[in-house]
């Protein structure tokens, strides 16, 4: 095992691998950009060494300095978190370099599904359903008609090296097509520094069910069930539960067992998410995220399971302890993201927090680096905590989210929380009953009222 792990990431994520490591008795190391001196993960770690300026890109993002750090303190292994550099091959390659041991699958895993016209293509041939779409990029103008037209609109055009909802623009009728090709390729030459697109069929009233996987890199994979995280807006999403509301114990099976033998299938090692639009009883695969997502403990609550510990396990070269017959469904769980920003319009808010409450008691989780006085940078991401709650059944755990978020305080800066109680409010809501596109309609209704 380890004796010392690196995080190479800040915020609630950092804390939650500082906490795994600290039950494994391992020595944490946090790393910082000058704008996070203060912050929850640099007080909670055992030590930790400033790596840049503010901006990310200087920081976060810094290879070299990241590298220099392990160096510095000795770190065996680092945990990238999600965003970041937890989904970058290249750095990957460069800790191998290196000698450091990266929590997470392999630099190759990471490539083949970080472009999603391999990883669909990669998908197929494992045997998992995909959206009915291109065979692969489509270069020009006049191919976007071809296949459009063969296909019937609406369409989605998407970006091979897209995410977090960028480089994907929908076009509903023929006439939107032109705008939608080359909007989506502007976007990702900007974002990503590369414009292939695709086309897909635009599914539409698809629930968004993903699939958590885990693999020992040697052949064996199980599948954890799905989490239904269809409430998004603008393609980022607010809401996650699990189990999913529409899917029964068979459907479960089946998706499940695809899915860990696709993975188990190119000896992937760790914890890895398959994301699928489910329509009508169907599966269509879209992505597959090579790390820890945000919203892993809905999963880790309804299986009794720490995610963060098996990823650190198994990259230490020990054997996967998890069996899929001993893995099993017990209650519901429901989690919710809050951010720092300014209702109706979603406007990052940073600034002091005053007063930082969290809510407790039975089947309550809250993934959150705020304390008392402590000032949101502008530069991150503005998501400040999780609230995780779990109970026996759908309508319990309901419940218990409503009292969770009555507990909460969150003083000086304007959140995302008056959005929660207010959607619990909803009969679709209490029922389960919502696609993808539910909370922007739902959005739009509220701002008209
Ligand atoms: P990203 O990597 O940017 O998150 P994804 O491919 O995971 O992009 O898609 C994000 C979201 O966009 C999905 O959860 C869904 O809401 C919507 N979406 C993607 N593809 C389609 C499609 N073919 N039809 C309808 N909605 C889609």
């Not at 007080?43 to 300026?53: F, K, L, V, Y």
Request: net charge negative; proline share 5%.
């Amino acid at each position: 095992m380890f004796s010392k792990i690196l995080i190479a990431n800040r915020g609630e994520i950092a804390l939650r691998v500082i906490r795994a490591c600290r039950e494994l008795g391992i020595l944490t190391v946090a790393v910082h950009s000058t704008a996070d001196a203060d912050a929850m993960h640099v007080r909670m770690a055992d030590e930790s060494i400033c790596i840049g300026p503010p901006s990310g890109t200087l920081s976060y993002l810094n290879v070299p300095n990241i590298i220099s750090a392990c160096e510095i303190t000795g770190a065996e292994a680092v945990h990238p978190g999600y965003g970041f550099l937890s989904e970058n091959a290249n750095f990957v390659q460069v800790l191998e370099d290196h000698d450091i041991k990266f929590i997470g699958p392999t630099a190759e895993h990471i490539r083949i599904m970080g472009d999603k016209i391999t990883a669909k293509d990669t998908m197929k041939k494992l045997g998992v359903p995909c959206v009915p779409g291109s065979d692969g990029g489509v270069p020009t103008i006049e191919e976007a008609f071809k296949v459009s037209d063969e296909m019937g609109f609406p369409v989605i055009v998407k970006a091979t090296a897209g995410g977090g909802g960028r480089g994907m623009k929908l076009a509903k009728t023929r006439d939107d097509l032109k705008d939608a090709f080359f909007g989506a390729r502007a976007e990702s030459k900007a974002a990503f520094g590369n414009d292939e697109v695709y086309i897909e069929k635009y599914l539409t009233l698809p629930r968004h069910i993903e699939v958590q996987v885990f693999g020992d890199g040697k052949g064996r994979a199980v599948h954890l069930g799905e989490r239904d995280c269809s409430l998004q807006r603008r393609h980022q999403k607010v809401f996650e539960e699990a189990p999913g509301p529409g899917i029964d114990p068979e459907t479960r099976e089946r998706i499940g067992k695809l899915c860990a033998d696709a993975v188990a299938g190119i000896n992937y090692a760790g914890a890895g998410t398959i994301e699928f639009l489910f329509e009508r009883g169907e599966f269509f695969f879209i992505e597959m995220n090579t790390r820890l997502q945000v919203e892993h403990p809905v999963t880790e609550a309804i299986f009794g399971v720490d995610l963060v510990k098996q990823q650190i396990r198994v990259a230490a070269g020990e054997e996967m302890t998890f069996r899929q017959e001993n893995l099993s469904i017990k209650g519901h769980a429901i989690e919710v993201r809050i951010n720092a920003e300014r209702l109706p319009d979603f406007t990052p808010c940073p600034g002091k927090i005053t007063t930082f409450h969290a809510p407790g008691g039975l089947g309550v989780r809250m993934d959150s680096a705020l304390y008392d006085g402590y000032t949101i940078p502008p530069y991150y991401d503005s998501l400040i905590a999780k609230l995780i709650v779990t109970g026996t059944t759908r309508q319990a755990t309901l419940a218990r989210l409503r009292r969770a978020l009555g507990e909460l305080i969150v003083d000086g800066v304007d959140t995302t929380l008056p959005l929660f109680d207010r959607l619990l409010d909803e009969p679709d809501i209490q029922s389960g009953d919502y696609d993808i596109h539910w909370l922007e309609k739902w959005l739009e209704a509220q701002a008209a009222e």
